[in-house]
């Protein structure tokens, strides 16, 4: 059975670092698009990074880049979501989700047929 198990959420001050972790289960990751997703309440959910097949590449949204880095350890069958200088509008509910294919482009919700069931991050001034 598929299941992806988040954790690592918690609040934090503006300019701090978290780590969300995503516990996989029932299939080889490594064969999937891994993305990290987050949603604030009232608004759309947004994809934020993606591991693309293993060694294919990765895709960061522009309000994230160069802050966040999405990591694989195949051993522990765990994705990461390492977040440093976070900012208040990083604040939302962070979810891991799988695809088998993916596209290049912005992550598109309806192309991930697995999700976690999220964990919150907070980030106060």
């Known amino acids: 059975q598929v299941q992806l198990v988040e954790s690592g959420g918690g609040s934090v001050q503006a300019g701090g670092s978290l780590r969300l972790s995503c516990d996989i289960r029932?299939?080889?990751?490594?064969?999937?698009?891994m993305a990290w997703f987050r949603q604030v309440s009232g608004k759309e959910r947004e994809g934020v990074a993606v591991?693309?097949?293993?060694?294919?590449?990765?895709y960061y949204a522009a309000s994230v880049k160069g802050r966040f880095a999405a990591s694989r350890d195949r051993f522990k069958n765990t994705l990461y979501l390492q977040m440093n200088s976070l900012k208040p509008e990083d604040t939302a509910m962070y979810y891991c989700?799988?695809?088998?294919?993916?596209?290049?482009?912005?992550?598109?919700?309806?192309?991930?047929?697995?999700w976690g069931q999220g964990t919150q991050v907070t980030v106060s001034t």
């Open positions: 989700a799988a695809a088998r294919f993916c596209g290049r482009n912005v992550p598109r919700v309806d192309e991930y047929k697995y």
């Open positions: 029932g299939f080889n990751y490594g064969d999937y698009c």
């Open positions: 591991l693309y097949e293993v060694g294919t590449g990765q």
